[in-house]
C-alpha cells in the first residue's frame, strides 16, 4: 500500500506546487507525518522534494513567459542566506515549537487568503 501511497503523494504536492508555488511543501510536511516520518524529516524531505517541483515550476512559469530571471534575481541573495540559516536552526528548535511555528504560518497564511 505504501508503494501506492508515495506515487499518489509526489502527483499531489507537484500539482498543488504547480498552482500554488512551494506552498505544496505544507501538504508535502503533512503527508510525509502521516505515512510514518518523524516531524524533522519531514520537514527536511518537504524542502529537498520542493526544490525539485519548484525547479519545474520556475521553469515551465519562465518558459511560458509569466516571469523573468530580472524578476527573481533579486531575492535569490537574501533567499539562499534564508535557506542556510533554516537549514542550520531546523536541527537546533523542539518538535514542540517547531509544530507551533509551523502552525503559526499556516494559519497567517490561511488569513492573508482569506482576507483578500
Not at 3 to 14: D, S
Not at 41 to 67: K, Q, R
Not at 76 to 95: E, F, N, T
Request: aromatic share 14%; proline share 5%.
Amino acid at each position: 500500500m505504501k508503494n501506492i501511497k508515495m506515487p499518489v503523494a509526489g502527483l499531489f504536492i507537484g500539482l498543488l506546487n504547480g498552482l500554488f508555488g512551494a506552498g505544496g511543501g505544507i501538504v508535502a510536511v503533512t503527508a510525509f507525518q502521516k505515512m510514518g516520518m518523524p516531524d524533522k524529516s519531514a520537514h527536511a524531505t518537504a524542502v529537498a522534494v520542493m526544490i525539485f517541483l519548484s525547479a519545474v515550476s520556475g521553469f515551465l512559469y519562465w518558459y511560458n513567459g509569466y516571469v523573468s530571471l530580472a524578476d527573481v534575481l533579486p531575492y535569490l541573495p537574501g533567499g539562499i542566506a534564508g535557506a542556510i540559516v533554516g537549514g542550520w536552526l531546523l536541527p537546533k528548535i523542539p518538535d514542540f515549537w517547531l509544530k507551533k511555528i509551523f502552525s503559526l504560518f499556516i494559519l497567517y497564511a490561511a488569513v492573508r487568503l482569506f482576507c483578500k
